[in-house]
Every structure is written in structure tokens, then in C-alpha cells.
């Protein structure tokens, strides 16, 4: 119900440009889970404030996807078309802009504080964006530039999400500020996880997809670093190319032969039980323990 107010919120503030084209597209976005909603909903409760807050962060993680699957040129979100496929690039790329506008637009009638850590995070996951697209052009073989660039492009926006509700709600900002950069962390290391683990079914998207695009994340890094100097090398040569089964079938076989995915999900679990530690003195957090055991506990 509560995600249903913020849904309802953003397509208040769409039809306030009064462009009936903005109103079109925005229902055909996909939601999705709306993380950052509910970790804000679980931290600060659900009022008029929140609502509207969450409204915000969420305009502004839609318009991050659509640029992002144009430059990855992704033709499904959430296992459905994306609106880069459904239109065109032009599109995809105009309606985020509006949609980044306009929720900046609602964030200059916020308190100059949560105005100040929600834009500030938007520009650091623009730099994540960036960052991603310059490591995609040759292996990137460096876990800290991995993990800068993970944290820039995703935990960014959870960890300020987390942090403005700490705000309105008088809690410890600092602390709710670290336990959502660990989620975000984490997060985003379950969902490389999965792209090589789970059916492109399961995705809704083709399965290792990350590494055909030139994306080296945590298990590859993890292969790579484990290898024989030849098998390094063999790993390279698939780098962004379409991989067929049997190329597919060498990289899990050398996965599981090295540990990667079980130490890679060891990783991402060390990040979430830091996400816990860092909020584990304050009152009435069972709610974020159960998001990030609803997010690492899943089917790999």
C-alpha cells in the first residue's frame, strides 16, 4: 500500500508538466522492488513527507535506468521492454531527462540538507556511469576500481536514502548512512552474482550478459586473479563477445573449480553483516535486518 502512495506521487508530479507523452511512457516503466521506498518507509515510517521524498528518489532512479540502457544497449528491463527498445534512444534519454528535472525540481522544496545528500548522491552515480563505461573498453582486473565504481553507481542513492530518513526521523544519520552503503554494496554484488548463476528466464534478460558487455564484476575478478597465466589469458579473449554454450560452460566450470561464486557471495554477505552492524545499537531495526536476508538469501 505505502508503494502504491509513492506511485501514485510520481504520476502527480508527471502530470503536472502537463505532457501527455511523459505520462504515456512513465506507464509503461516498470517499478520494480522500489528498495530505496521501502528502506526509507522502514526507517522513518510512511507520512505525507516520506511519501513525497520517496517519489523523488524514486524519479530519479528511473531516469538513471533509462540512460542506462541506452548506453548498455539493454532492450529489456525487468522482463520487459525497455523504452529504448519500444521507441528509440532519443526517447529513452529525453523522458530521463524529464524525469530528472522534475524531481530536482520537487528537491528545491526540501530541506536544504536532504536536498544537498540526494543530489550530491545523483552526481556520484552519474561518475559510476561514467566510471562503468571507460572500464568497460579494456578487462578491468582491479577490485578497488570495481568497488568505487559499484558504489558511485548504485550504493550512492541507497546510501543517501537511507541517510535522509535518519534525518526526518532523528536518528543517527551517520550510522543509517553506513548501513545503506553496505547494502548498496551488497546489492549490486547479489545481482552480478545472478547474472551468472540464475536462467535468462529468471533474469528477464539473457544470463551473463554482464561480461559480453564489458562489465568484469566481483566473480570474474575473483576467476581472473585465481587462474593459470594461460587461463587468464583465454578468460581475456571472451571479454565483450558473444559466448556460446560451450565458452559459457568453461567460465562456471572454472568458477566453481576456484570458489569464486561461493567466496564472491562470502563478499557480498561480509558487506550485508556490515550493513547490520552498523545500525545493531539503534531501536526497532528488525525490519532492515529482513531486507538484507530477504536480499542475500536467495537462489544462487
Known amino acids: 500500500m505505502s508503494l502504491d502512495l509513492v506511485k501514485e506521487k510520481i504520476n502527480s508530479y508527471v502530470k503536472e508538466i502537463n505532457h501527455q507523452e511523459s505520462l504515456d511512457l512513465l506507464a509503461k516503466l516498470s517499478s520494480g522492488k522500489m528498495l530505496r521506498s521501502k528502506l526509507v518507509f522502514k526507517i522513518a515510517g510512511i507520512s505525507d513527507q516520506t511519501v513525497n521524498i520517496c517519489a523523488i528518489i524514486e524519479m530519479i532512479q528511473s531516469a538513471s535506468l533509462l540512460h542506462d540502457d541506452v548506453i548498455d544497449e539493454a532492450t529489456t528491463r525487468r522482463g520487459q521492454p525497455s523504452i529504448n527498445a519500444l521507441f528509440d534512444n532519443k526517447t529513452s534519454i529525453m523522458f530521463g531527462d524529464i524525469l530528472y528535472s522534475k524531481a530536482f525540481t520537487q528537491l528545491t522544496l526540501l530541506d536544504k540538507n536532504i536536498a544537498y545528500h540526494i543530489s550530491n548522491s545523483v552526481t556520484l552515480l552519474s561518475v559510476g556511469e561514467m566510471l562503468d563505461v571507460s572500464m568497460a573498453e ?22 543517501a536514502s537511507a541517510r535522509v530518513a535518519a534525518i526526518i526521523s532523528s536518528k543517527d544519520e551517520e550510522k543509517f548512512a553506513l548501513y545503506g552503503r553496505n547494502l548498496g554494496i551488497a546489492f549490486q554484488m547479489i545481482d552480478d552474482i545472478l547474472d551468472i548463476t540464475q536462467t535468462s528466464e529468471q533474469l528477464g534478460k539473457p544470463a551473463m550478459l554482464d561480461f559480453v558487455e564489458g562489465k568484469v564484476t566481483i566473480p570474474y575478478l ?6 593459470e597465466a594461460k587461463d587468464k589469458e583465454y578468460l581475456k579473449s571472451l571479454f565483450k563477445k558473444p559466448l556460446d554454450e560451450k565458452e559459457s560452460l568453461w ?7 576456484t570458489n569464486s561464486i561461493v567466496d564472491a557471495i562470502a563478499m ?10 552498523a545500525v545493531q545499537d539503534e531501536e526497532n531495526t528488525q525490519d532492515l535486518v529482513d531486507i538484507i536476508s530477504a536480499m542475500v538469501n536467495r537462489n544462487f
Open 251 to 257: 567460465i562456471k566450470t572454472k568458477m566453481k573449480e
Open 268 to 277: 557480498a554477505n561480509k558487506y550485508a553483516q556490515e550493513a547490520i552492524k
Open 222 to 227: 575473483l576467476l581472473h586473479e585465481r587462474l
Open 138 to 159: 579494456e578487462f578491468n582486473d582491479s577490485l578497488d576500481l570495481y568497488l568505487d565504481m559499484i558504489y558511485k553507481k548504485t550504493a550512492s542513492l541507497i546510501e
